[in-house]
């Protein structure tokens, strides 16, 4: 596609959308306030998509458009008709603002500052060498290890820098096959796919699980332990599956190899407060109700505990990826100007889903966001399903007995991290195909494959809680 036209389609669609006649729109009894939302929901997805600009800019852009356009202090010549059925009601501007402290961003910030803390006293490596100890030197025995090593860190760590943490740790190791031994693409390629199933097992281990739980509230609620309860097993089974794929199609002819990690855990009294605060968060987080604090609570004990100490001092602060946290708040932001100008339930309502089988819905639902989370950002793609997914989950009856709501934005949040078809699909692909050593069509045979399979597994998964009763 030609440089210009990726800035003019975001552009000059969403204008065309706003200045067209409210009666244009296939929706009866539709606002010019819910008009609005749909061009800025246009403008995130196509910004999303071609990226003019980058993505974290476009949540902040979509905040700011929220505020002036549909917000009660908005531009003043955007609120002339207000009052009026036509128009629709404006949202409260403090609600838009405080997308960017949500307790979803909180809860984010506390993992950031458990993974920055954790490598900055070398925790991460010392676990990895302890850790990979058992798995001695048979090659896929050892990508086994760092496989399950690598799943385990991106639960509780951004799965990008646990890739490039992992990698480096896997350098010296991939020196050692010859330029053509399969082996060289197995161990490059094991890295990212476990960071990727990895960060499934978790709320804070990706950000599509963390915008999930923002629509599972009331009696769908669902605890960080409870999260763990299907979310580890189904990251067990999938990681188990990807270790006997990458295995048989790319298997080593090296008959042995050594890891050399170097290194000894510090004894220091910020180390050893380290160490305790990360147990301490984790125990707590999988107690869930029975201390009487929440996962967002807890998260902002580590938060509070390493500033109170200097252990993340105001430099570390700026290593935190902000630009994360703003990606999601925008999402949330989304989401709430779609669900309280009711443009969501209007968009699900006017199309007769009741009339399509269930099944059909969950596995159509899966595929779109699937094949969207392979070409744009996986939080992207759950930005922009979650509220439709949600709205269509709460109005839908015959998707009750499956489990209703709950099922559906299951299904969607897994099919969200399982895009990884394509460098471009994550950052973690991005970063093993740029060591050279994983090329374009080898990543997505995997990639593929993988996806596939994990959605089919999610639809068990969400099966045998239904059954089980959790949902």
């Known amino acids: 596609m030609k440089s210009y036209l990726k800035y003019l389609i975001p552009i000059v669609i969403p204008l065309i959308v706003i200045l067209l006649p409210v009666s244009a729109f296939p929706f009866e009894g539709l606002t010019i306030l819910q008009q609005r939302v749909i061009a800025l929901f246009l403008l995130a997805a196509l910004c999303w998509v071609f990226e003019p600009i980058p993505i974290y800019a476009t949540s902040v852009v979509i905040i700011v458009l929220e505020l002036l356009l549909i917000s009660d202090k ?24 405080a997308t960017f402290s949500s307790p979803i961003i909180m809860l984010f910030l506390g993992g950031f ?241 009741d009339t399509y089988s269930p099944y059909v819905v969950l596995v159509g639902a899966a595929a779109l966001c699937l094949l969207m989370a392979n070409f744009m950002s996986h939080t992207a793609t759950a930005n922009l399903l979650m509220p439709i997914m949600a709205a269509l989950g709460t109005s839908m009856t015959s998707l009750t007995p499956l489990g209703g709501e709950v099922t559906l934005i299951l299904i969607v949040t897994f099919a969200a991290s399982l895009g990884m078809s394509l460098p471009i699909s994550t950052p973690p692909n991005a970063l093993a195909h740029a060591t050279g050593n994983v090329q374009s069509n080898q990543m997505a045979k995997v990639g593929i494959i993988l996806g596939l399979v994990g959605v089919f597994l999610s639809f068990i998964m969400v099966w045998v809680l239904n059954i089980v009763g959790f949902i």
């Open 113 to 353: 500052f458990l993974a920055m803390a954790a490598t900055k006293y070398r925790l991460d490596v010392n676990l990895a060498r302890v850790l990979l100890k058992p798995f001695g030197q048979d090659p896929k025995y050892v990508m086994l290890g760092l496989m399950l090593i690598t799943g385990i860190f991106s639960m509780f760590m951004s799965n990008t820098a646990t890739t490039a943490m992992m990698l480096s740790i896997l350098a010296p190791v991939l020196a050692v096959f010859g330029p053509r031994d399969p082996g060289r693409v197995a161990f490059a390629l094991s890295i990212p796919v476990a960071a990727n199933i990895g960060g499934i097992g978790t709320p804070i281990g990706t950000p599509p699980n963390a915008i999930a739980l923002k629509y599972l509230v009331g009696d769908n609620v669902i605890s960080f332990g409870e999260w763990m309860a299907f979310g580890v097993p189904f990251v067990v089974i999938m990681m188990a599956i990807a270790w006997v794929l990458i295995t048989k199609l790319y298997g080593s002819e090296q008959q042995k190899i050594e890891l050399n990690i170097r290194g000894k855990f510090l004894k220091t009294p910020k180390a050893i407060t380290v160490y305790v605060t990360f147990a301490l968060t984790i125990l707590l987080w999988l107690m869930g109700s029975s201390h009487g604090m929440n996962s967002y609570t807890v998260a902002l004990i580590p938060v509070a505990i390493f500033s109170l100490t200097g252990i993340i001092n105001k430099e570390d602060l700026k290593k935190i990826s902000w630009d994360v946290l703003w990606l999601v708040s925008g999402g949330i932001a989304l989401g709430l100007a779609l669900d309280k100008t009711g443009l969501a339930k209007l968009v699900v309502n006017s199309i007769p889903f």
């Open 74 to 97: 908005g531009i003043i010549w955007a609120k002339q008709g207000a009052g009026t059925p036509e128009f629709g009601e404006l949202l409260n501007y403090t609600d838009i603002m």
